[in-house]
């Protein structure tokens, strides 16, 4: 009997001593909460900062373009010079070949032709006020910064030179202005114009990019998916093919 005693107080001391260690874990429990506080912290710092890069990220993509954008400018007005000076030596070329005698024949027909000459000057003119205005537009982005006053200024032109070489330029930069305004409906009117009504512009391959990313913005994976294949079949050198892949890769 005293020796099951014994062993029933063996039994008893053994299982509180037993009972006694969790108090040690609990009491360390503090620690856990230190340890995943200062996680907590570490996570929330590493968001600002992906949060302020991407932020970078996004001004510097932004300045990009505006960048791509003037040196496309330069370069299409550039190629227009050329062309005219080429017209014009040609018509020299043709003037200078002509004979004497048609010359002396065309006397009579010169003198009927001072409306033909008030109409080129008038042409001239309205080309010059075509120039002007556009140049007026493209200098509020680009050295105003005046991004607000660029929308309607874009617009008024594209409504009084409809026939204006610099239309589906026009069309991209106010589908520009609009995106960063975070205006995507609107912004994807202007695009989709480029791209559906002007194939030969330089500026589509750009406009189907601006699509793919406005189909993203909207949670339109799919639609931005075909965007972007489309830039790589259609424009597989460009500089939207390379972005557009990146936007492929980060979609997988």
């Keep these: 009997m005293i020796k099951f005693a014994a062993i029933s107080m063996a039994a008893v001391l053994s299982t509180a001593s037993w009972a006694q260690a969790p108090v040690v874990s609990v009491g360390g429990s503090g620690s856990v909460n230190e340890r ?8 929330s710092a590493r968001s600002q900062a992906q ?14 373009s505006e960048l791509r954008g003037l040196l496309e400018e330069q370069s299409y007005r550039l190629e227009q010079v050329i062309e005219r000076q080429r017209s014009m030596l ?8 002509a004979p004497a005698a048609d010359a002396v024949s065309a006397s009579a027909p010169a003198k009927r032709s001072g409306s033909e000459t008030g109409g080129n000057a008038a042409a001239s003119t309205a080309a010059g006020d075509e120039q002007e205005a556009y140049d007026r537009a493209v200098n509020l982005v680009l050295q105003d ?6 929308i309607p200024a ?3 032109f594209i409504t009084q030179y409809p026939e204006s070489t610099y239309v589906p330029n026009a069309h991209y930069w106010l589908g520009q ?5 975070k205006r995507f409906d609107q912004s994807k009117a202007q695009f989709a114009r480029v791209a559906e009504a002007y194939p030969k512009s330089n500026k589509r391959a750009d406009s189907l990019l601006k699509l793919g990313l406005i189909a993203r913005e909207q949670n ?10 489309q830039i790589l079949s259609e424009y597989a050198a460009s500089s939207a093919a390379r972005l557009a892949q990146e936007h492929l890769n980060t979609m997988k």
């Excluded at 040609?90 to 070949?97: D, F, I, L, N």
């Design 36 to 43: 995943l506080a200062e996680l907590e912290r570490g996570f």
């Design 177 to 181: 202005l609009l995106y960063a305004q």
């Design 154 to 156: 874009f617009a008024r």
């Design 220 to 229: 339109a994976d799919a639609q931005a998916r075909q965007y972007f294949e």
């Design 90 to 97: 040609v018509a020299q070329q043709e003037a200078a070949s």
């Design 51 to 64: 949060i302020e890069q991407q932020r970078q990220l996004n001004a510097m993509q932004q300045e990009l």
């Design 145 to 150: 910064k005046d991004y607000t006053a660029a």
